[in-house]
């Protein structure tokens, strides 16, 4: 049985490694009523199709969002972690739970206690990304957004005839939208972002 998204974050809030770092984020989240995306953020400041940006800047945002899940999916931490300013900030809406936000090692323990869950259970993150559109941009700073489609890999499901039916099938849909920031080394890094999982709509979620 493949192991979904939101069943890998259940699992990742009931382990006993990384579930008193959620718990103590959770509680200092900030008290601000904000809901989660429900539907894509129309909201932009200029034209689609607009000129004028800094063409060097974005394509290095277009490849730091592309590469986001790639560190993640490898099980490459050291790689990952290149893509965050030394203190981001993630807040994970999930259909149903209560609204997650961490902050510094509580973010980088979390993720990696997430992934570490997925190896435990022999399953291959894969992460496609997609629609990946950039709202706005300035000299220092820009926010995106991307499509994100999840499919846990079981690597059991696999024998001499190929990949059995199912261990490859999306289980998960989910909205990013991204804040980022461009360095005194003029690279782009991930300052905050937000990650909302849509409404259960997939079979076995």
Same mark, same amino acid.
């Given at each position: 049985m493949s192991m979904n998204r939101r069943r890998l974050?259940?699992?990742?809030?009931a382990g006993s490694v990384i579930a008193p770092t959620l718990v103590a984020a959770a509680a200092? $989240?900030?008290?601000?009523?904000? =809901?989660p995306m429900t539907s894509f953020d129309n909201s932009r400041t200029e034209h689609p199709g607009a000129t004028g940006f800094n063409v060097e800047d974005r394509l290095a945002i277009l490849n730091l969002l592309q590469s986001y899940a790639?560190?993640?999916d490898a099980d490459d931490f050291d790689r990952w972690r290149m893509q965050f300013i030394n203190d981001p900030v993630c807040t994970i809406y999930n259909a149903g739970n209560e609204t997650i936000r961490l902050t510094g090692d509580d973010f980088h323990k979390a993720f990696e206690g997430f992934r570490s869950i997925a190896? $435990?259970?022999n399953v291959?993150? =894969?992460h496609y990304s997609s629609n990946l559109m950039v709202k706005e941009?300035?000299?220092?700073?820009a926010i995106a957004e991307i499509y994100m489609l999840y499919i846990p890999f079981n690597q059991d499901a696999q024998d001499n005839s190929g990949i059995q039916p199912g261990a490859l099938s999306i289980t998960g849909t989910s909205r990013y939208r991204f804040q980022l920031i461009k360095g005194d080394d003029n690279a782009w890094r991930i300052a905050e972002y937000r990650i909302s999982?849509?409404?259960v709509n997939v079979r076995n979620l």
């Open positions: 974050i259940a699992a990742a809030l200092r $989240q900030d008290t601000d009523k904000e =809901l790639s560190g993640y190896t $435990q259970q291959q993150p =894969l941009q300035t000299e220092r700073t999982f849509d409404p």
